[in-house]
């Protein structure tokens, strides 16, 4: 039970989420960080279980660091989105899925990017996105607000309203909204 958001800006993307962390209709966490800085480039939202998110991010930061090193070059934000699409899916294949829905949002040469996954390993890219229990009413602020000319100061306020809406009807979501912001020049872009 949570809500987290992306949204693309001409200039850079930026994540959002609540900081409520439940167990049922428990609060265990009003200060729960959901989203994970991989690089400076490349961040994620996480929705779903902590514990198998906190994992998948672990492993491509690794991976990623590790093919950069082999090639030479860093990684594109949609090689990293496969990465952890790669991952999920074999994860459901074995029997043994990761139980979490994770916003990829970096920047890289082609510019700035929002994509969407989910355990079954499905990659879609968005211009904005939401995801958790909170997401239909957020989808309702994203879709009245959003452009695509937006600037990333725009976009932050898009998606601080997006989520604070759902903190006001969703009772998996609340204590606040986390945000992070990937402008291009972090890729010298």
Do not use: C, W
Request: aromatic share 6%.
């Amino acid at each position: 039970m949570t809500t987290i958001v992306g949204v693309r800006a001409v200039d850079g993307v930026v994540l959002a989420s609540d900081r409520r962390a439940s167990k049922g209709f428990f609060i265990s966490s009003k200060t729960t960080q959901k989203i994970l800085k991989v690089d400076e480039t490349l961040a994620v939202a996480i929705a779903g279980l902590l514990s198998d998110a906190e994992y998948l991010v672990n492993l491509v930061r690794a991976e990623r660091n590790l093919i950069t090193l082999r090639r030479g070059f860093p990684m594109t934000v949609r090689e990293s989105a496969k990465l952890f699409s790669n991952l999920a899916y074999s994860g459901i294949k074995n029997y043994i899925p990761y139980y979490a829905e994770l916003i990829v949002a970096g920047v890289d040469e082609e510019g700035a990017h929002i994509l969407s996954t989910d355990m079954s390993g499905s990659i879609i890219a968005e211009e904005y996105t939401s995801s958790g229990s909170g997401s239909p009413i957020a989808y309702g602020v994203l879709e009245s607000l959003y452009s695509p000319d937006i600037t990333l100061d725009q976009a932050r306020n898009i998606a601080v309203k997006a989520v604070e809406a759902a903190m006001q009807r969703d009772p998996g979501s609340g204590n606040g909204v986390d945000i992070h912001m990937i402008p291009i020049q972090a890729r010298g872009v």
